[in-house]
């Protein structure tokens, strides 16, 4: 008996509504439809966005390099506009991103935090999931900022490391959210950074002044 268009069209309706409910379904689109986003929004000629600053910093660190002085030296050839205002403990988190073309590593990033941030809302109240397309959301697309990571972290524990990152936001979210992972995380974090650059916090005052 032949099927009519109708009964293909809620048998698929049925089919997509059952893998939107398979565990990892939200983060994985999520995660897909951003870099996509990401990739073509960065296509060249692209503008300046805050994760150059990162992918600088992670590179200098990747070649042995003075992060504060790589961004300098960006800043004096034009590519960059401002010095580094984060800490090293920035530019260790983000070094892996560094090793990639910048096109990749900014649509990567991004759609990881983005992805994680799905994660950490889909065992939630269903409402919380506006979040993924709010405004600082959006505005996350383009810039390709920390801010999907920090908040994923208060909902996946193992990933407050990041918050390492951003000390101002990430001890006011360890005070509201602690754990043993954000914890001895951030301290590994910060000791490597000193090992790594142990004159980074004078440079980090001075760059802030």
Same mark, same amino acid.
């Given at each position: 008996?032949?099927?009519?268009?109708?009964?293909? =069209?809620?048998?698929?309706?049925?089919?997509?509504?059952?893998?939107?409910?398979?565990?990892?379904?939200?983060?994985?689109?999520?995660?897909?439809?951003?870099?996509?986003?990401?990739?073509?929004?960065?296509?060249?000629?692209?503008?300046?966005?805050?994760?150059?600053?990162?992918?600088?910093?992670?590179?200098?660190?990747?070649?042995?390099?003075?992060?504060?002085?790589?961004?300098?030296?960006?800043?004096?050839?034009?590519?960059?506009?401002?010095?580094?205002?984060?800490?090293?403990?920035?530019?260790?988190?983000?070094?892996?991103?560094?090793?990639?073309?910048?096109?990749?590593?900014?649509?990567?990033?991004?759609?990881? @935090?983005?992805?994680?941030?799905?994660?950490?809302?889909?065992?939630?109240?269903?409402?919380?999931?506006?979040?993924?397309?709010?405004?600082?959301?959006?505005?996350?697309?383009?810039?390709?900022?920390?801010?999907?990571?920090?908040?994923?972290? *208060?909902?996946?524990?193992?990933?407050?490391? *990041?918050?390492?990152?951003?000390?101002?936001? @990430?001890?006011?979210?360890?005070?509201?959210?602690? =754990?043993?992972?954000?914890?001895?995380?951030?301290?590994?974090?910060? *000791?490597?950074?000193?090992?790594?650059?142990?004159?980074?916090?004078?440079?980090?005052?001075?760059?802030?002044?």
């Amino acid at each position: 008996m032949p099927v009519s268009v109708a009964d293909l =069209s809620r048998r698929l309706a049925r089919r997509l509504a059952a893998l939107a409910h398979l565990p990892g379904a939200l983060p994985l689109t999520v995660g897909v439809f951003t870099f996509a986003l990401v990739w073509q929004g960065h296509s060249p000629p692209a503008a300046i966005a805050d994760f150059d600053y990162f992918w600088t910093a992670g590179r200098a660190v990747l070649n042995g390099v003075d992060p504060y002085g790589a961004v300098r030296e960006a800043v004096q050839q034009g590519t960059l506009r401002w010095p580094l205002y984060y800490p090293a403990t920035a530019a260790i988190i983000v070094a892996p991103f560094g090793a990639l073309p910048n096109r990749f590593a900014v649509s990567l990033f991004t759609a990881l @935090g983005m992805a994680f941030l799905a994660w950490s809302l889909e065992r939630g109240p269903v409402f919380r999931r506006w979040m993924l397309v709010s405004a600082p959301a959006l505005q996350n697309l383009l810039l390709g900022q920390w801010s999907p990571w920090l908040t994923a972290a *208060v909902g996946l524990p193992w990933l407050g490391v *990041v918050w390492a990152a951003k000390p101002t936001l @990430g001890v006011a979210l360890f005070v509201a959210w602690p =754990s043993r992972w954000s914890l001895f995380g951030g301290l590994s974090v910060l *000791v490597l950074s000193l090992l790594l650059l142990p004159h980074w916090p004078a440079d980090w005052l001075s760059a802030l002044r």
